[in-house]
Nanobody
Framework: QLQLVESGGGLVQPGGSLRLSCAAS????????IGWFRQAPGKEREGVSC????????YYADSVKGRFTISRDIAKNTVSLQMSGLKPEDTAVYYC????????????????????WGQGTQVTVSS
């Protein structure tokens, strides 16, 4: 059974850092692109970052470029999102999702291109 489980969310002060993890089971990371999305209350789900199934293509939303870094650990079958310089507007539930890269690569930020989703982890940036 294919499953994604996020962890690492929490409460952090503005300017702080958090590292989110997405543990995959039931498949290997070279089979799917993995995207990170977030959804704040009353807002649509938005793409934050994506790593291709080959791991050599990385994508970021303009709002997080230079602050967030996506990476993966093949041995642990885990994708991470290192977030630094956090702002109150980064507050949201963060989700990881898996989708075929041949579909995802054209519009990696589009949630409907991803087939499998985790349950989400809350990130709150507040003083």
């Amino acid at each position: 059974q294919l499953q994604l489980v996020e962890s690492g969310g929490g409460l952090v002060q503005p300017g702080g850092s958090l590292r989110l993890s997405c543990a995959a089971s039931g498949f290997t990371l070279d089979a799917f692109a993995i995207g990170w999305f977030r959804q704040a209350p009353g807002k649509e789900r938005e793409g934050v970052s994506c790593i291709s199934s080959s791991g050599d293509k990385l994508y970021y939303a303009d709002s997080v470029k230079g602050r967030f870094t996506i990476s993966r650990d093949i041995a642990k079958n885990t994708v991470s999102l290192q977030m630094s310089g956090l702002k109150p507007e980064d507050t949201a539930v963060y989700y990881c999702a898996a989708g075929p890269f041949r579909w995802v690569r054209s519009s990696w930020y589009a949630p409907h291109l991803y087939d499998y989703w985790g349950q989400g982890t809350q990130v709150t940036v507040s003083s």
